[in-house]
C-alpha cells in the first residue's frame, strides 16, 4: 500500500474514532427494536444524517480551505460564530456532556450497583473528576483515549458478531409509525453533525502531522479516508440495529440504556455486562473531559480573555451536574426539539458547501440558511404544541425534511437578492463612468 493509501486508512480509522463514542452506542440498537422488519429504512436514514453527511462536510470545510474560513465565507463572520457558538453549547454544555454522565451511569453504575446508588452523588463524582482531569490534562488522558476506543470497537464488534450468529429472537412488525423519521431523529441525536467544524480542524492537522502539505494532496487524502470512515460506521451502526431488531423479546418498554444493557447480558451474560459497562464509563469520562475542555478553551478565546479557562471549566462541571440528573431519557427528550431546530441550518449549510464553486454569492448560504431555521421553528412548535396545523401536511413530514423546501426558497431569494445587488452596482458603475466622461468633456469645453 502507498504512502497515500495507507494514510487514507490510518485517517479514515481516526475519524471513525472520533463519530464512534461511547454515547453513539444507544440510539441504533432503540431504532433497531423499534422499526423492526423496517430497520433497514430507519438505519438508511439514520446513516444518511449521521455519517454521509457528517462525513461529506468534513469533507467540503477542508476542501474549502479549513472549517472556519468555509463557516465564515458561507455565512459572514458574525452568523458563522453564531452558528459554532450554539453547536459548541449543544455539544460541550447542554446536551451531549451531561449525557455522557447519565450515560455511564446507565450503563456502567446501574447493572452493577442498582439504582440505589443514586445518580445525584454520582453525577457528582463524575464531574469532580473532569474538574480535575481537565484542570491538569496530561498525557496519561491521551493514553487512556486511545486505548479504550479500540477496546470499546472490539467489545462492539465481539457482541455483534455473536448476536448475527445466535440471533436473540425473530424480527417482528415495527411498532413506530415511521421508521425513516425516526432514522433522521436518532441521527440527530448523536450530534456529529454540530460537531463537524471541530472535527474538521482536527482532520486537517492530522493530514499535515502526515506530511501531506500541498492542498490537492490534502483534499484526496480526505475524500478517501471520509469514505473509510463512512464504510465502517454503516457497518457498525448497521449490526447495532440489526441486533435491536431482533430484540424484541427482551421487552418493547426498554429505554435505550436498558436495551444495550439487556441485550449485552443476553448475549454476553453477566461477565460481558461487566466488563462492557467498566470500558463505556471510561470512555465517557474521557469524552467529558474532551468535551469540557475544547467547550472552556472556545468561551475563553470567544470572550477574548474575560471570561477565564479554569472559570469557564468549573461553569460548565455546574451546568453538567445539573442537567446530568434529569437522567438519560429526560435529556434525549428534551434534546429532540432543539435538535430539530439547530440541525437543518447545519445541514443546509454542509450541503451547500459541496457546491461552493458553483455558488457565487453568500447570501444564497444565508437565505438557505435562515429559511431552514425559520421553517424549522415553526415546525417543531406545532409538533410539541400544535401551534400552526396546517404544517403537519408539508411534504416530506413523513421523514422530518419538511423544512427542505423553505431551505430552497430561502436559497433562490438570497440568489435573487444578490442578482439585483449586483445589476444595481453595475448601474452605479454605469452612472459613474458617465458622471466622469461628463465632467471631462466640461473640462475640455472649458480649456478650449
Known amino acids: 500500500m502507498g504512502s497515500a493509501g495507507k494514510g487514507s486508512l490510518v485517517i479514515g480509522l481516526a475519524i471513525f474514532a472520533m463519530f464512534f463514542g461511547a454515547g453513539n452506542l444507544i440510539f441504533p440498537p432503540f431504532l433497531g427494536m423499534e422499526s423492526g422488519s423496517h430497520w433497514p429504512i430507519g438505519l438508511l436514514c439514520f446513516v444518511l444524517v449521521d455519517v454521509v453527511i457528517a462525513c461529506a462536510g468534513i469533507y467540503a470545510m477542508n476542501a474549502a480551505g479549513g472549517a472556519l474560513v468555509a463557516i465564515e465565507s458561507a455565512l459572514g463572520h458574525r452568523a458563522g460564530v453564531v452558528l459554532a457558538t450554539v453547536g459548541v453549547l449543544l455539544i460541550g454544555t447542554f446536551i451531549a456532556m451531561p449525557r455522557t454522565a447519565a450515560t455511564t451511569y446507565e450503563l456502567g453504575v446501574v447493572p452493577l450497583f442498582g439504582k440505589g446508588s443514586g445518580l445525584l452523588p454520582f453525577s457528582v463524582m463524575f464531574f469532580v473528576a473532569v474538574l480535575l482531569m481537565t484542570y491538569k490534562e496530561s498525557r496519561v488522558l491521551d493514553i487512556i483515549g486511545k486505548m479504550l476506543t479500540p477496546l470499546l470497537v472490539l467489545g462492539v464488534g465481539i457482541l455483534i458478531v ?221 409538533a410539541y404544541g400544535g401551534l400552526f396545523p396546517p404544517l403537519a401536511h408539508l411534504p416530506l413530514r413523513s421523514v422530518d425534511f419538511a423544512w427542505l423546501p423553505f431551505a430552497l426558497i430561502g436559497g433562490i431569494i438570497g440568489a435573487i437578492a444578490a442578482a ?16 466622469g466622461s461628463e465632467v471631462a468633456s466640461s473640462v475640455e469645453d472649458a480649456l478650449s
Open 420 to 435: 439585483l445587488q449586483r445589476k444595481r452596482r453595475s448601474k452605479q458603475k454605469g452612472a459613474s463612468r458617465r458622471a
Open 162 to 382: 455473536v448476536g448475527v450468529a445466535h440471533p436473540i429472537g425473530p424480527i417482528g412488525e415495527p411498532i413506530t409509525a415511521s421508521a425513516a423519521q425516526d432514522g433522521i431523529k436518532a441521527g440527530y441525536q448523536t450530534m456529529d453533525i454540530l460537531g463537524v467544524v471541530g472535527f474538521s480542524i482536527i482532520v486537517a492537522d492530522t493530514v499535515r502531522s502526515h506530511g501531506f502539505i500541498a492542498r490537492d494532496a490534502r483534499t484526496a487524502i480526505v475524500r478517501r479516508a471520509m469514505v473509510v470512515a463512512a464504510i465502517m460506521l454503516t457497518i457498525v451502526y448497521g449490526g447495532l440495529a440489526y441486533l435491536g431488531a431482533t430484540a424484541r423479546t427482551l421487552g418493547a418498554d426498554l429505554s435505550q440504556g436498558s436495551l444495550i444493557i439487556a441485550m449485552t447480558r443476553h448475549l454476553l451474560g453477566d461477565a460481558g455486562v461487566t466488563m462492557f459497562g467498566a470500558i463505556v464509563a471510561v470512555a465517557c469520562l474521557t469524552t467529558a473531559v474532551g468535551l469540557v475542555s475544547s467547550t472552556a478553551s472556545y468561551f475563553h478565546q470567544l470572550s477574548q480573555g474575560k471570561l477565564s479557562y479554569e472559570a469557564a471549566v468549573a461553569i460548565d462541571c455546574i451546568i453538567g451536574i445539573v442537567i446530568c440528573n434529569l437522567g438519560l431519557d429526560t435529556i434525549i427528550a428534551l434534546a429532540d426539539p432543539v435538535l430539530a431546530v439547530v440541525c437543518p441550518a447545519f445541514m443546509t449549510t454542509i450541503v451547500l458547501l459541496l457546491f461552493r464553486h458553483r455558488i457565487s454569492s453568500s447570501s444564497i448560504y444565508r437565505g438557505a440558511a435562515l429559511g431552514a431555521t425559520v421553517s424549522a421553528i415553526a415546525i417543531a412548535l406545532n
